[in-house]
């Protein structure tokens, strides 16, 4: 299974900046997503990050807030922009992989907005 | 649009029980089911995947079932120990091509 790490692991923002979360694959994949996870719920899909074309976004998730970046098959980018206490959240990466399309995820960003 | 629940919310139970975690979901036509543990602040650890052709998946003391027909799954975790103590999360897909949808989880507590 793929091992997938993330950077950083949890940081505390001050409103109205902007901050960029890393994901790493250890093995070439195609298809990348990302997920935030807000206190005390399930996780919601931000957007799909495929390699070599624009990111697909959920309902409720622009590209403006959410920049997502795909430069090669082992590695993403989001950026969480202009940032609100609201946006405080775990946001996770996963990659699928394999015949049976199985997700696997990383260990997560802790973001806290003051 | 697909809507996937989990029952019960929370479960407390002592060390070595046996117990059974339930996910129900309302569109039959799905592709696969996962499910996962999380750990408070942390990210998904995958535990079994269902295939929509399957009945059951066994790994060790967990056995996940699939009944599609009657949208429902469950996860069977043998003798239980306080190291099970997580959030159990159940997530179906619709095709190779669609998103994973997440049921709301299940915190489970295995007291010693």
């Known amino acids: 299974s793929a091992v997938i790490s993330q950077k950083p692991s949890r940081d505390i923002c001050q409103r109205g900046t902007s901050l960029t979360i890393q994901c790493q694959v250890d093995s070439q994949v195609t298809m990348m997503f990302w997920y935030r996870q807000q206190p005390g719920q399930s996780l919601t899909l931000i957007a799909t990050?495929?390699?070599?074309?624009?990111?697909?976004?959920e309902s409720g998730f622009v590209i403006d807030k959410f920049p997502i970046s795909r430069p090669n098959l082992t590695f993403s980018t989001l950026t969480v922009s202009n940032m609100s206490p609201e946006d405080s959240s775990i946001y996770l990466c996963?990659?699928?992989?394999?015949?049976?399309?199985?997700?696997?995820f990383g260990p997560g960003t802790r973001l806290t907005v003051t | 649009k697909q809507e996937v629940t989990q029952i019960p919310a929370a479960l407390s139970v002592p060390e070595g029980e046996n117990l059974v975690l339930n996910c129900s979901f309302t569109d039959s036509a799905i592709y696969n089911l996962q499910w996962f543990r999380q750990d408070p602040g942390k990210g998904l650890t995958s535990l079994l995947l269902?295939?929509?052709?399957?009945r059951e998946q066994t790994s060790g003391r967990l056995n996940a079932s699939l009944d599609k027909s009657s949208g429902r799954s469950t996860l069977y975790i043998a003798a239980s120990q306080p190291g099970d103590s997580a959030t159990y999360l159940c997530?179906?897909?619709?095709?190779?091509?669609?998103?994973?949808?997440f049921g709301t989880g299940t915190r489970l507590q295995v007291t010693l």
């Open positions: 996963s990659v699928e992989e394999g015949a049976r399309h199985e997700q696997y």
């Open positions: 990050a495929n390699q070599g074309s624009e990111a697909t976004y």
């Open positions: 997530a179906v897909k619709a095709g190779t091509a669609s998103k994973l949808t």
């Open positions: 269902i295939q929509s052709s399957q």
